[in-house]
Structures are given as structure tokens and as C-alpha cells.
């Protein structure tokens, strides 16, 4: 019983970590590459403005796909 306890009180723990963990490196790799090339045409860190638009798309990419993927819930 206490094992339960400890693993249903754990996984959450852990996403948590983990998803701030994730959030936190995008942050500091999009700040990197926004002092790699400063300026370009006018626009500012443009490296960084196209890798967060790449994150986007490929975020929004794979919720498209699990959302037409999943089971419908009306089952």
C-alpha cells in the first residue's frame, strides 16, 4: 500500500520536473542562438525567431496527430 502511495505521489513529481526542465532548456538554447547572429535583415535574433517558429509548428504538428489519432469520446 505504501508503495502506491509513494509512485502515485512520485509520477507527478516528475513530470513536473521534467516538463520545467524542458521549458527552461528551450529558454536558455533560444537565448544562446539569439547572440549568434544578433541582427539579419532587420529582424532580431533571427535564428531564435526560426527555431521557437520549428518548436511551434512541431508542437502543434504532434497534437494534430494524437487529437485525429485517439479514441472518441463518445466511446
Same mark, same amino acid.
Given at each position: 500500500?505504501?508503495d502506491?502511495?509513494?509512485?502515485?505521489?512520485?509520477?507527478?513529481?516528475?513530470? %513536473?520536473? $521534467?516538463?520545467? &526542465?524542458? +521549458?527552461?532548456g528551450v529558454?536558455? !538554447?533560444l537565448? /544562446?542562438?539569439a547572440?549568434?547572429?544578433?541582427?539579419?535583415?532587420?529582424?532580431?535574433?533571427? %535564428?531564435? $525567431?526560426?527555431? &521557437?517558429? +520549428?518548436?511551434?509548428?512541431?508542437? !502543434?504538428?504532434g /497534437?494534430?496527430?494524437l487529437?485525429r489519432?485517439?479514441?472518441?469520446?463518445?466511446?
Amino acid at each position: 500500500m505504501v508503495d502506491r502511495l509513494l509512485s502515485a505521489l512520485w509520477v507527478p513529481v516528475l513530470v %513536473i520536473i $521534467v516538463t520545467a &526542465a524542458g +521549458i527552461i532548456g528551450v529558454g536558455e !538554447l533560444l537565448l /544562446a542562438l539569439a547572440k549568434v547572429q544578433p541582427v539579419a535583415a532587420g529582424v532580431r535574433e533571427p %535564428i531564435s $525567431v526560426v527555431v &521557437a517558429l +520549428i518548436l511551434a509548428i512541431v508542437i !502543434l504538428l504532434g /497534437a494534430t496527430f494524437l487529437a485525429r489519432g485517439g479514441r472518441d469520446s463518445r466511446d
